[in-house]
């Protein structure tokens, strides 16, 4: 890797954190540095970056080195933390690389409010490597009463369809939709995953498959456009995914392609349930058109494994987000409650 990381950090198997024995974590603060599982390697490779300049954490928001929302709050809050340790002081410089981390990722809402806590944090003279490590503490302890309060919604034999990767990789550690999948096997029931492969990433056939499998989860990975069809088939018994911004009229933007899963699961009865800490709420937005939908680079779809796969000349169009409508949802799950139509949300 690039940059002014250090490097050379390895974990062993399992990559736990130091202090934290027991959780898959994909980003962590360590001796001034911040250490970073490179997501775009698995399931291949496990490399791990440690790094001390807060560009570079920027670079690897950007990059998606690290990604899912709660995880990017982490990331940009342990970036602020950086800041602050290399000795920048409060001022108009300080302002400004604290908003170029804010704005590393428009549409995951807990990017911002994690930036914006610890900016308050600087304001306060507050240590910010406390704070940093509160909201990485918070995220953990609020996936998993997610993965509590989500369980009880889930028969005690069942097939869950997911999409993209809301597991312990796209959080400080457990995860918000796999983090109910994990809570409901360590309860006894006997759960079934399909996981959507989520183009142009993989998400979904990288990430969350391999987190299952870890895990010794029956998991199984379909292609995005099986998922109507499983679900029409009476083969799924709950979908569960996770979220990026909850507006609080209950409309949630997650990875491209939730809306359509949300749509065929309403039209064919299947319950469809969203798990999301209450930082994923966003109460300033009350209108689904008011999120900011990022678009990344073509390229992403129209190269797979560096091979070009469009005929020269043809473009491509890359939303990475979509916004499903709160009449399509069955209920909000979050560390505090589970919430069911029609949708008023709140935050503790």
Not at 170 to 183: D, E, K, N, P, W
Not at 297 to 320: H, M, Q, T, Y
Request: glycine share 10%; aromatic share 4%.
């Amino acid at each position: 890797m690039g940059g002014s990381g250090n490097g050379g950090l390895r974990l062993g198997p399992g990559q736990r954190p130091p202090g934290h024995p027991d959780v898959l974590s994909p980003i962590f603060w360590l001796d001034e540095r911040v250490a970073i599982l490179d997501q775009r390697r698995l399931p291949d490779e496990e490399i791990w970056t440690a790094y001390d300049d807060p560009a570079e954490v920027v670079r690897a928001i950007r990059e998606m080195e690290v990604r899912g929302a709660p995880a990017i709050g982490c990331a940009g809050a342990f970036a602020v933390a950086l800041l602050m340790a290399r000795g920048n002081t409060p001022g108009p410089e300080l302002r400004r690389r604290i908003r170029e981390i804010a704005e590393a990722r428009p549409t995951a809402v807990n990017l911002g409010i994690a930036v914006h806590r610890m900016s308050n944090a600087v304001m306060m003279m507050q240590d910010p490597i406390a704070e940093a490590q509160a909201i990485w503490d918070e995220d953990l302890a609020a996936c998993r009463a997610i993965g509590a309060r989500g369980a009880e919604l889930l028969p005690d034999d069942s097939t869950i369809l997911t999409h993209c990767n809301a597991g312990a990789l796209a959080t400080a550690g457990y995860g918000t939709a796999l983090g109910v999948v994990r809570s409901a096997v360590a309860a006894g029931k006997r759960i079934r995953v399909l996981c959507d492969e989520t183009r142009p990433w993989l998400q979904g056939a990288r990430l969350s498959a391999w987190e299952l499998a870890q895990d010794g989860i029956p998991v199984e990975v379909i292609v995005d456009g099986a998922a109507a069809h499983f679900l029409a088939s009476g083969a799924i018994d709950a979908v569960v995914v996770g979220a990026d911004r909850i507006t609080r009229t209950g409309d949630v933007a997650n990875k491209i392609g939730t809306l359509g899963l949300a749509a065929s699961a309403s039209a064919f009865g299947i319950p469809f349930y969203v798990a999301a800490p209450s930082t994923t709420i966003d109460l300033s937005t009350g209108a689904a058109h008011r999120i900011p939908i990022e678009e990344r680079s073509p390229d992403e779809v129209a190269f797979i494994g560096g091979k070009r796969i469009l005929p020269p000349g043809v473009g491509a169009r890359n939303p990475v987000f979509d916004v499903t409508p709160a009449r399509f949802i069955t209920a909000i799950v979050t560390e505090q409650r589970t919430e069911r139509p029609p949708f008023a949300l709140s935050k503790p």
